[in-house]
C-alpha cells in the first residue's frame, strides 16, 4: 500500500478499495482474490459500530471473508473463482467459493447502505435513535428477501443500533 493509515480503519479501507477499483477500471480487469478478501477482511471492524443487532452478520461475513482468503492460497482471481464452482457444478451448493462471495458482496453492500443512511440521519434523528424506517428500508433494498431469517431477527433490535452522533465520534 502506498500511504499510511495512521490507524484510520476507514482510511484503510478507502486505500484498499480503491487500489481494487483501479484494477477493475484498467484494461486487465482481474481482480485478485487475495487482494479482495484482504480489502475485505478490514471492513468487519464496522458491523461492531452498528451494535449487537449485526452480530450474527459479522460472524457470518467473517467466515465467508477467511474462507475466501483461504482459497486465494490455490485459486488467483474473481473470475477464477466463479469459473472453478461452475466447471464443479457446486454454485448453488452452501459453503461453495461463489456462494461465499455472493454473501461477501452483501454484506459489503448492507454495511454501505446503512453507513449512508447513517450518515444522511441528521434529519431523521429523534429522541434518541436514529433512522428506523430508512435503514429498515436500506436493508431490505440492498439484500434482503422477505423470509429471511436473519432480516428478522434483526429488525426485532433496531432499537439498539447506535445513534447518529455515536458512530460519528
Not at 28 to 57: N, Y
Not at 142 to 166: L, Q
Request: proline share 2%.
Amino acid at each position: 500500500m502506498a500511504g499510511t493509515d495512521n490507524g484510520k480503519p476507514l482510511a484503510k479501507i478507502s486505500e484498499l478499495f480503491k487500489e481494487l477499483a483501479a484494477t477493475v477500471n484498467s484494461e486487465a480487469a482481474d481482480v485478485e482474490l487475495a487482494a479482495f478478501s484482504r480489502a475485505c477482511s478490514h471492513v468487519s471492524p464496522l458491523f461492531g459500530c452498528l451494535g449487537i443487532a449485526f452480530k450474527f452478520a459479522e460472524m457470518d461475513y467473517v467466515a465467508k471473508v477467511d474462507d475466501l482468503a483461504e482459497a486465494s492460497k490455490s485459486i488467483l482471481t474473481l473470475q477464477s473463482v466463479i469459473d472453478r464452482d461452475i466447471e464443479g457444478n457446486c454454485v448453488r451448493k452452501a459453503g461453495s467459493h461463489t456462494r461465499n462471495l455472493l454473501r461477501v458482496k452483501r454484506g459489503l453492500d448492507m454495511v454501505r447502505v446503512l453507513f449512508e443512511q447513517i450518515l444522511a440521519a441528521e434529519y431523521v434523528y429523534h429522541h434518541g435513535k436514529f433512522l428506523k424506517g430508512s435503514s429498515i428500508q436500506g436493508l431490505r433494498t440492498s439484500i434482503c428477501s422477505p423470509s429471511w431469517m436473519g432480516y428478522k431477527k434483526s429488525c426485532c433490535r433496531w432499537d439498539v443500533c447506535p445513534s447518529h452522533e455515536g458512530t460519528i465520534t
